[in-house]
């Protein structure tokens, strides 16, 4: 019954822009910290950015700083991505998850995960 739903996803080329969407369906997303994930193939899944619950304490990981944005509007009951100046190297399966306390990059402590939309970035 807990479920979030990844949306934006698609091909661009690169230096392009996508705007990912991570739905929540069956609880609040506002009682929860949501972070942001992706995997490429053959690699492991990393932590991309994370925001709290109160949107006060937002994290990026060193490879996205600068070109990703996350901001949630719990009145939606979403959290987005916007993501600018896209690189091949950006090119992954991007994963919304949700965890009860503070940001992590430990995909491991995340509560509920998302089926994942895919990115990729090709000229």
Do not use: H
């Not at 690699?43 to 990703?68: H, L, T």
């Amino acid at each position: 019954q807990l479920q979030l739903v990844e949306s934006g996803g698609g091909l661009v080329q690169p230096g392009g822009s996508l705007r990912l969407s991570c739905a929540a369906s069956g609880f609040t997303l506002d009682y929860y910290t949501i972070g942001w994930f992706r995997q490429a193939p053959g690699k492991e899944r990393e932590g991309v950015s994370c925001i709290n619950r109160s949107g006060r304490s937002i994290n990026y990981a060193d490879s996205v700083k600068g070109r990703f944005t996350i901001s949630r509007d719990n009145a939606k009951n979403t959290v987005y991505l916007q993501m600018n100046s896209l690189k091949p190297e950006d090119t992954a399966v991007y994963y919304c998850a949700a965890k009860t306390t503070y940001c992590s990059a430990s995909a491991g402590s995340y509560y509920c995960w998302g089926q994942g939309t895919q990115v990729t970035v090709s000229s």
